[in-house]
């Protein structure tokens, strides 16, 4: 809240959100500006607070799996799977090849169109029309494959506990490989009208830094931290769902500021590409769904497992009682912890820069909030 | 899943029938245990109510064990994920030690479990991470109502709003934080939302009526 330094003359504070459009979501920013600079910020968050955790311990380990979707809502498939690794953790099983590979499939397809909606927007709000324009007609694409797979584009709800919720429909593999034939020119495309571009350089180079140190200090994953020149991505270091199978690279810069997030997302979406090519090349044959008794039912005991999220690392820490219901659910949301890195990314800079910064940041308010 | 429980129960005995009266009290827990629970009469025999951990021996545990002694009263693992049970005066010590010595230096989260039978009421749970040995390790604490455990931002910036989220969904008040304030909820909010006591249809009345105009907020 303001202190008393709020009131020197040359002091202003000013309240952005949480109706604002480059906040993506309902965030509110108290900015302490003096003329342009930034002098500090205030984060106003909880404004779509719904209690997922406290719902969790109401609801069976399969009625909760629903609602994670509703956290991270453009990447739906990504809550699932974080939460459904947990809770096979628990149960000590393994989904099955099959599900391993269409997993992979879906969280990747999941994970082109998150970046997508970032590029678009984040695009648009530094005052580049146009490729938000492309990013959504590509999103999609992306977004058909997850209503023929199950019939919702947004809250999949793709991934059961144990495996998959349905089997892959008849040209599941066309479909894939036919967007990722298509997407790749499409990513050159983007990078035309930007990478090079005058007033998309001037307005992200140099902004919002933050080093590879404040990033482990702060907490801060996936592309903010590999900008920064961390080699560290948990499909990599931590592999679940099969990831050890493929080939793909972590991309990664050095300087950590928004243009360097900006190269390190781009890249992701053509390894993004790759991965899922040499996943629908070998999707195994066999059952979809391990084995899990119609009751889920995990013994006493706990376990946190993470993911690499399109936004970071996203974590399940789930305690067991050994009943129906799980004892407590805590989700560790990457927005969440990223957001709070942006007083110092944009302290000392320009206040039209906080736009570029939250934009780059990626933060889905639904899973700050949760 | 029946693979799993088989083990534990397996092992349980063995222990146990060394001393006589212990398995009957045993067996006997489990009968007034189940019949509440219509499922359990076709079930298998019941899982240990506790979770079945086993001493987690590495270098690293028994190098803690060595520096702070009394401090560490638990180092175990479970499905591969290690822990240590830290005694409340020493957590942050323990968690500096392994950011500082131990190359811990990702604080991943902080959350709490609420077991409201218990004396120790939370369970404090910091999830540790470490870039250089690509290992995970849980601290747990367990602390009663009212205590106020130190902050963990003077080791890790990040538990600045980690601790405010566990101030605002339990009640626990960390000693020292810079800016403990509610974080999701609004300020003036009455009531811990996690606490077990804490209905899933309950809200604070009064702020809603007061701030939002409407009768009730369901």
């Not at chain 1, 140099?206 to 931290?225: H, M, Q, W, Y």
């Not at chain 2, 025999?45 to 560490?72: N, Q, Y």
């Not at chain 2, 849980?138 to 106020?148: Q, T």
């Given at each position: ?13 000013l309240n952005m959100g ?76 393994e989904a099955p090849p ?270 700050v909030d949760r | 899943m ?217």
């Amino acid at each position: 809240m303001p202190d008393a330094t709020f009131l020197d003359s040359t002091e202003l504070v000013l309240n952005m959100g949480p109706q604002h459009p480059s906040t993506h979501g309902v965030l509110r920013v108290i900015l302490k500006l003096d003329g342009e600079k930034v002098l500090g910020t205030d984060c106003v968050i909880g404004y779509l607070h719904r209690g997922v955790e406290k719902i969790a311990e109401n609801r069976t380990y399969a009625q909760f799996n629903p609602y994670v979707d509703r956290m991270d809502y453009v990447a739906a498939v990504s809550n699932g799977l974080g939460y459904c690794l947990a809770v096979e953790k628990l149960l000590n099983v393994e989904a099955p090849p099959r599900a391993q590979a269409v997993r992979v499939i879906l969280t990747e397809l999941n994970r082109i169109a998150s970046h997508l909606l970032w590029l678009g927007t984040h695009a648009l709000d530094i005052g580049a029309i146009t490729p938000v324009f492309y990013c959504l007609r590509e999103r999609e694409e992306a977004l058909k494959i997850f209503e023929n797979y199950c019939g919702a584009r947004l809250t999949t709800h793709a991934f059961r506990i144990g495996g998959l919720q349905y089997e892959t429909y008849d040209g599941f593999e066309r479909e894939v490989l036919a967007f990722c034939d298509m997407f790749l020119p499409r990513v050159d495309e983007y990078e035309e009208l930007l990478t090079n571009n005058r007033i998309w350089v001037g307005r992200l180079k140099g902004v919002g830094v933050l080093s590879a140190e404040e990033c482990k200090e702060f907490g801060v994953t996936g592309p903010v931290l590999r900008a920064a020149g961390v080699k560290w991505d948990l499909r990599k270091a931590q592999p679940y769902s099969g990831y050890e199978k493929y080939d793909f690279e972590i991309p990664t810069c050095e300087t950590g500021d928004t243009y360097d997030r900006y190269v390190v997302r781009m890249q992701e979406m053509r390894q993004a590409v790759r991965i899922m090519q040499q996943a629908v090349a070998a999707i195994p044959e066999g059952p979809i769904m391990g084995k899990v008794g119609k009751v889920i039912k995990p013994p006493v005991g706990e376990a946190y497992v993470s993911i690499e999220a399109p936004k970071g690392e996203l974590g399940y820490y789930v305690v067991s009682d050994g009943s129906t219901q799980p004892y407590r659910v805590r989700v560790r949301p990457p927005s969440f912890v990223n957001l709070q890195a942006l007083d110092r990314m944009v302290r000392g800079g320009l206040v039209a820069d906080v736009v570029a910064v939250i934009g780059t940041l990626d933060i889905v308010l639904g899973e700050v909030d949760r | 899943m029946a693979d799993e429980q088989k083990p534990g129960g397996s092992e349980a005995p063995g222990p146990q029938g060394a001393s006589a009266p212990k398995p009957p009290a045993a067996a006997a827990d489990a009968a007034k245990a189940a019949p509440p629970k219509p499922a359990a009469a076709h079930a298998p025999p019941k899982p240990p109510a506790t979770m079945a951990a086993v001493p987690w021996d590495s270098d690293l545990a028994r190098e803690l064990k060595d520096r702070f002694g009394g401090g560490i009263t638990e180092a175990s693992t479970y499905l591969g994920q290690n822990f240590v049970v830290a005694k409340r005066e020493a957590a942050i010590a323990v968690i500096e030690h392994l950011k500082l010595e131990a190359d811990f230096d990702y604080l991943v989260d902080i959350t709490a479990v609420d077991w409201p039978k218990r004396a120790d009421r939370f369970d404090l749970v910091y999830i540790l991470y470490s870039f250089a040995r690509n290992e995970r390790l849980r601290v747990k604490v367990s602390i009663p109502e009212g205590y106020r455990p130190e902050t963990a931002v003077g080791v890790h910036l990040t538990a600045n709003w980690l601790e405010r989220e566990v101030f605002d969904m339990f009640g626990i008040e960390f000693d020292g934080h810079p800016d403990l304030r509610r974080i999701l909820l609004p300020e003036e909010w009455q009531g811990y939302p996690l606490r077990k006591d804490y209905g899933i249809l309950q809200q604070d009345q009064r702020w809603v009526q007061e701030n939002l105009g409407i009768e009730s907020g369901q």
